[in-house]
DNA sequence: CCTTTATATTAACAGTGAACATATTCTTTA
DNA sequence: TAAAGAATATGTTCACTGTTAATATAAAGG
């Protein structure tokens, strides 16, 4: 097997990417569940069945959907957590910049973390997942620096899991209206992130 | 009266409850996207299209479930708050009910807090969001009794707002299997809900 | 009695995901 | 250079869905 630089019978220049981006598109327009193969296939200008040929079926769509989100989050968190050198600002930074990522693309964030469409979460598509644990690394790492020493494991993964809790549920409930009408600017929203994550620190530490 | 007077033309005794029973089963089934009017109304026993007598369309079948799930969950917290005189230990029994409730359904409790259909969440649909102010109530009112006086409604509505946010997020990654390894029995899960609990009073008050 | 009204049913339409056989096009090989 | 092979895109088809329209049924009220 030999690496080969463009695969055979390639008509559309990368149908793929062009495949994801229009259901991208259709994603935050109509939301996970109007979201259908024919039409993304129109958008993108193929026949309707074109996209079987890069994605199992519609469910495998929407997981490589998701993976994508994961990635660009992960990236996002990792830019945030390097930019500040004082890790309490850097999990100041952190938190802001998740609650920014789920009200800019709130679609994706819910099918990202809703029920997938199975209805059991993605645990079972493993590239999901692994993009998963991959944007849960920076929070880690900054709790890890921030905890007074000695540091456990376990004591780290508590720390996260309490902060990543707090942010995911104040995110959830940005985007599903519960805290929309105190949250309108952007501004608003850092002060808020902000305040919540220096009471999380004051427990947690 | 156990049997309520039956409207005219009525054939069936209470269709509209025994459309929601068999919708309730077949969403913590199948999850709330392969949730099809036809299926449910087959399941009742009825026509495909007897079901658009009681409810609007799919829609507002999923959002009578959705606030009959907020429902539940407000007797719930209702019942736990009034079990225990000490406010602190109430706010444990609250915390401890919602995730207990999340994990118990979890494709309602998905459907409650999810997208619902249209991708917006229910914030346009009266009856669900009165059920779920109402589900609401209890933490605030907890809350109350627990902060040190004098107390405004806005301090009041912070408090509650940071617990549920983390509630909220801890119940979610429990449902989705982030959190599945950590928390295997229910002894588990009472234990991490005190210890959070715990953790957001002390950074609270 | 007959009319009204809510209820339930059958029939039909349009749109969906998925499966199949088939045609096209490019890379590899002889 | 030309044939072989594989990946890709297509048209068609099937079962299922949500929804609407027209119709039949049963109870209530005159």
């Not at 993108?44 to 929407?62: D, I, K, M, W």
């Not at 997981?63 to 309490?88: H, I, K």
């Not at 920076?138 to 494991?153: A, G, N, Q």
Request: glycine content about 8%; some cysteine.
């Amino acid at each position: 097997m030999a690496t080969r630089k463009r695969r055979p019978g390639e008509k559309h220049g990368d149908l793929k990417a062009a495949l994801l981006q229009a259901a991208g598109k259709r994603l935050e327009q109509d939301g996970p569940e109007k979201l259908s193969l024919r039409a993304v296939a129109r958008l993108a200008g193929v026949s309707q069945t074109a996209p079987y040929n890069h994605f199992a079926n519609r469910e495998g769509l929407l997981a490589a959907l998701a993976a994508q989100g994961f990635e660009r989050l992960a990236t996002n968190q990792a830019a945030a957590a390097q930019a500040n050198d004082d890790p309490r600002i850097a999990l100041e930074c952190l938190g802001y910049e998740y609650t920014r990522f789920a009200r800019g693309h709130p679609k994706l964030y819910r099918l990202m973390f809703g029920a997938g469409v199975g209805g059991e979460g993605w645990h079972d598509d493993e590239l999901v997942t692994a993009s998963k644990s991959r944007s849960f690394a920076p929070l880690r790492d900054v709790i890890c620096r921030l905890l007074p020493e000695p540091v456990s494991p376990e004591q780290v993964d508590n720390g996260a899991m309490v902060c990543w809790a707090f942010v995911h549920g104040l995110s959830a409930m940005l985007i599903d209206g519960t805290l929309a009408d105190r949250v309108e600017s952007d501004d608003a929203l850092a002060e808020l992130s902000r305040q919540s994550i220096a009471i999380i620190l004051d427990g947690v530490t």
